[in-house]
């Protein structure tokens, strides 16, 4: 279910949202990152992801944000768990006004996937980046190396 504006940023305001992340690594052990085009992390370098909706199951989540943020339906026993991790940002969808806190489901997908057949709803580009790059760089979002940094 999904909510008008005016509810969803109550919700935002009041409660932590529930996600997943989706970290996919191809046959190079290179990580898929996109460039972030809404807020929160806009302009980051982020992995492919995003929240469940109410009476969404998670595997029914995670198959459509695979099919929405991959192009590719994949089901839930296709990944791996990495972890629970939390997001806390200071600005929300709609602007600065107030925060936004993710309680974020990270999986492990391994798939090698054509960066030109990405969808580009969330992310305006894309690119495989190598692990030492990835935790290297600034404009790789903290939150992303994180799901590295704890393994």
């Known amino acids: 279910m999904y909510l008008s504006d005016s509810k969803f940023k109550s919700v935002i305001r009041n409660t932590p949202l529930i996600s997943i992340d989706l970290i996919v690594e191809n046959e190079n052990n290179q990580i898929l ?5 809404n807020k929160p992390a806009q ?3 982020f992995v492919p992801g995003g929240r469940i909706v109410k009476n969404e199951t998670m595997a029914q989540a995670f198959s459509r944000l695979t099919k929405a943020e991959l192009g590719v339906e994949l089901q839930l026993s296709d990944a791996t768990l990495i972890g629970p991790f939390e997001h806390f940002y200071d600005d929300n969808f709609s602007g600065d006004d107030f ?3 993710y309680v974020v489901l990270g ?3 391994k798939l090698d996937i054509l960066l030109s057949q990405l969808p580009i709803e969330q992310h305006g580009h894309y ?7 990835l935790l290297s760089v600034d404009d790789v979002h903290h939150y992303t190396k994180r799901y590295f940094i704890t393994q």
């Open 99 to 101: 925060s936004t806190h």
């Open 33 to 37: 990152l996109g460039i972030r085009l």
């Open 107 to 109: 999986y492990r997908i």
């Open 43 to 45: 302009g980051f370098w």
């Open 127 to 133: 690119q495989w980046f190598d692990m030492a790059t």
